[in-house]
């Protein structure tokens, strides 16, 4: 099953920003206990390289691991060379996309207006992250002229309202500290507490 495949059949990313490397594993075991099969870690968190390089050594085919935070080629390249199968940006760069796709990974940049979208997705975007996330009605209105391009939603994506933005035409979703507050001391009570959220917005999704 390709990468893009995975992301779209499992449709939440977790975003892990800022966690330092020691503590990657244990969120990334806490997030798979509860459902989760595909990680961002950003690339503004402390070693970022080694944190990837964890997960994806650790976990193998059972968990998706991305970078996120990606703003240039060679934060792509060296993320990619970790093993991020996919890179995520928060905005539209030309280099990022198209080095992402060359070396065979998935890209998805960060847009917000429909050209933005609309440019990010015809130099090869496989999905577009659109941030930020203001409703499931822009993601309607979005989808309605644009229904070819697949909208990845991110930021305030709560169980309660993830099947009103799938409804509204998402095929993926992009949860940051709704899953994993990063600062928060990482104890056993706090991975139970981050299970306990990935398995709620599982469910969320089984029960639409």
Partial sequence: MSTLTKITENRVIAIVRGLPPAHVLDVAHALYAGGIRVLEITMNSDDPLTAIRKVAETFGDRMVVGAGTVLDAKM?????????????????????????????????????????????????????????????GYIRELAGPLPQIPLLPTGGITPQNINDYKKAGAVGFGVGSALVNTKQPVTARSLEIITDKARQF?????DE
């Fill in 76 to 136: 792509a390249e060296a993320a990619i060379a970790a093993g991020a199968t996919f890179v995520l940006s928060p905005i539209v760069d030309r280099d990022v996309i198209r080095t992402t796709k060359d070396l065979g990974m998935v890209s998805i940049p960060g847009a917000y207006t429909p050209t933005e979208i609309y440019t990010a997705f015809k130099w090869g975007a496989d999905l577009i992250k659109v941030f930020p996330a203001t409703s499931p």
């Fill in 202 to 206: 599982v469910a969320a999704l089984a």
